[in-house]
């Protein structure tokens, strides 16, 4: 079983939807959760931290299920510049290297 | 300020040749990591400096991978013998101390191996 593990997609959307993704995590122990962006043959970037809590950034809410072992990601308003493939990524105990997930792909069209 | 530069951007070799890929890291940031990404697959952990040491090399798949990092910055991934299945793109990040987790990542270098 992957430690992270994400639908692949890809999540085909009008411009203007709303869209979330899942990932599920294997390790009950997990500290640190991510979502991370990659670009077409681009570097990953970080788009948002996850807290227990949950939080936002302006169109993206990300939240954390500890008990289900879930994290979630939900795009509100589309834009077509949000095309991407968005990385679930995970800090495991005792780790500085993260774990990532295969990404999800996400194509807004017009 | 200037990011993570890695390279080459592109290095094709033959199978069973040797070969080094380079990452500069963001300047100050002590914390070094490679990772190595296939197509349609998230980065995968290779190996993590703190300073000049290693002090994670758990992802390095066999002993024909190596890397170094002697003066703290700069950071060498040498690959001896490629094999064809080596073919990925090899990804550098950095971050400011071993306790940050957020990584600033190079664009990488995509190797071929034919």
């Known amino acids: 079983r992957k430690e992270v593990e994400q639908d692949p997609g890809p999540f085909n959307v009008p411009e203007g939807a709303t869209v979330a993704f899942n990932c599920t995590y294997s390790?009950?122990?997990?500290?640190?959760f991510f979502w991370y962006r990659q670009d077409c043959r681009k570097e990953p970037k970080l788009l948002m931290s996850?807290?227990?809590s949950g939080n936002e950034d302006g169109r993206f809410t990300a939240q954390l299920n500890r008990a289900s072992q879930y994290i979630s990601l939900l795009i509100r308003d589309s834009k077509l510049s949000d095309s991407a493939t968005y990385l679930c990524?995970?800090?495991?105990?005792?780790?500085?290297?993260?774990?990532f997930g295969s990404g999800t792909r996400l194509q807004v069209q017009p | 300020g200037a990011g993570v530069s890695q390279t080459p951007s592109n290095k094709v070799t033959e199978k069973g040749k040797y070969v080094e890929l380079r990452c500069d890291p963001i300047?100050?940031?002590?914390?070094l990591y490679w990772y190595r990404q296939s197509l349609g697959q998230g980065p995968e952990f290779l190996i993590y400096?703190?300073?000049?040491?290693?002090?994670?090399d758990s992802g390095l798949p066999n002993d024909r991978f190596f890397a170094v990092r002697p003066e703290g910055s700069v950071s060498t991934l040498k690959i001896q013998r490629t094999e064809r299945g080596d073919s990925a793109v090899y990804l550098c990040?950095?971050?400011?101390?071993?306790?940050?987790?957020?990584?600033?990542f190079g664009p990488g270098t995509r190797l071929t191996v034919t």
């Open positions: 990040a950095s971050s400011p101390h071993g306790g940050s987790y957020e990584q600033y």
């Open positions: 390790n009950s122990a997990s500290q640190s």
């Open positions: 996850v807290y227990s």
């Open positions: 990524v995970v800090n495991l105990p005792g780790r500085r290297a993260l774990t």
């Open positions: 300047s100050g940031h002590t914390a």
């Open positions: 400096f703190q300073g000049t040491g290693a002090a994670d």
